[in-house]
């Protein structure tokens, strides 16, 4: 998934990847943070089938942790910080993952002793000693890109492993059904722990459309009127 947002980034590294409620980033700045933090979770011993949970807020540090993880070869495992801490701690604990980033505002909400945790915002002066340049090739299209937690609503949890193969196919699929036109804006409001998610994000990001990163579809009413933008 990563390498094809890579190759994008090559191809329009000015062009505005993502918009959010505070701003916006270029597909180059996006790259530079996103390989800084998979240059500093590699130190961390993060490789494939390392499993890292992504508790933050919806905002640029999200989509960030996300490559981040897939680019350090490991698979993120999504945590919604308005979970129920019993879910959240069964989760923590069902995935024993390696490592959980999260967001200084949030450790309150985090079950403890479960995972090293790394706070994207309070963390990010030492991340940012890292390089900026695209780290080496070493996920596999079999090596796992990330599990989502079923709703439980049957019984308890259960973590749906998906491999970069799959997610691959899906964002195959969506730029030969969907045009560029369709693609040049798409709004990401749902949970990256739905995989709609992966649709909202990764397909634009890697044909050079523009996330339009929303906390929910409602707050893209406020965006299009504070933008101009007309709604069909």
Known sequence: ????????????????????????????????????LASYLKTRGVGPEALIGVCVERSLEMVVALLGILKAGGAY????????????????????????LTQQRLLKLIPKGLAEVVCLDSDWS???????????????????????????????????????????????????????EELAGVLASTSICFDLSVFELFVPLS???????????????????SNDVRLI
């Open 126 to 180: 030492e991340i940012s000693r890292e390089s900026e340049a695209n780290p080496a090739k070493i996920a596999t299209p079999e090596n796992l890109a990330y599990v989502i937690y079923t709703s439980g609503s049957t019984g308890k949890p259960k973590g749906v492993a998906i491999e970069h193969r799959s997610a691959a196919a899906l964002l195959a699929w969506a730029r030969g059904v969907f045009s560029q």
């Open 77 to 100: 495992v999504p945590l919604d910080p308005a979970y129920p801490a019993e879910r959240l701690r069964f989760m923590l604990e069902d995935a024993n993952g390696q490592l959980l």
């Open 207 to 225: 044909c050079g459309g523009k996330v339009i990163l929303a906390v929910d579809v409602l707050q893209i009413l406020n965006w299009a009127s």
């Open 1 to 36: 998934i990563h390498e094809l947002f890579e190759e994008q980034v090559e191809r329009t590294p000015e062009e505005i990847a993502i918009v959010f409620e505070t701003g916006q980033a270029t597909y180059r700045e996006l790259n530079a943070r996103a390989n800084q």
